[in-house]
């Protein structure tokens, strides 16, 4: 966010002719506020993302291995609707 916020301030400081970059001197010198409590509470809501996104991905190979397989076979007629239990 602090980046987002500052994007004009850190352009601004960009340098180079052929291809703009803030250097690292630009950025040690910057001062950044914190309130560990905000980034504790953001930290927890982004954790329970993070496992939910993680846990989704699983869930997507899963699927998208089980329709390749499932797939051709139904496709060939070798395997039929009503012989899959789920």
């Given at each position: 966010?602090f980046?987002?916020?500052?994007?004009?301030?850190?352009?601004?400081?960009?340098?180079?002719s052929?291809q703009?970059?803030?250097?690292?001197?630009?950025?040690?010198?910057?001062?950044?506020?914190?309130?560990?409590d905000?980034?504790?509470?953001?930290?927890?809501?982004?954790?329970?993302?993070l496992?939910?996104?993680?846990?989704?991905?699983?869930?997507s190979?899963r699927?998208?291995?089980?329709?390749?397989?499932?797939?051709?076979?139904?496709?060939?007629?070798?395997?039929?609707?009503n012989?899959?239990?789920?």
């Amino acid at each position: 966010m602090f980046v987002l916020f500052n994007k004009i301030s850190l352009i601004n400081k960009a340098i180079g002719s052929a291809q703009q970059n803030i250097s690292q001197v630009i950025i040690k010198g910057m001062k950044l506020a914190y309130d560990i409590d905000v980034i504790s509470k953001f930290n927890d809501i982004i954790e329970s993302m993070l496992i939910r996104i993680e846990k989704n991905m699983i869930e997507s190979f899963r699927l998208s291995s089980l329709r390749d397989t499932l797939l051709p076979r139904l496709m060939s007629g070798e395997l039929k609707i009503n012989d899959i239990s789920v």
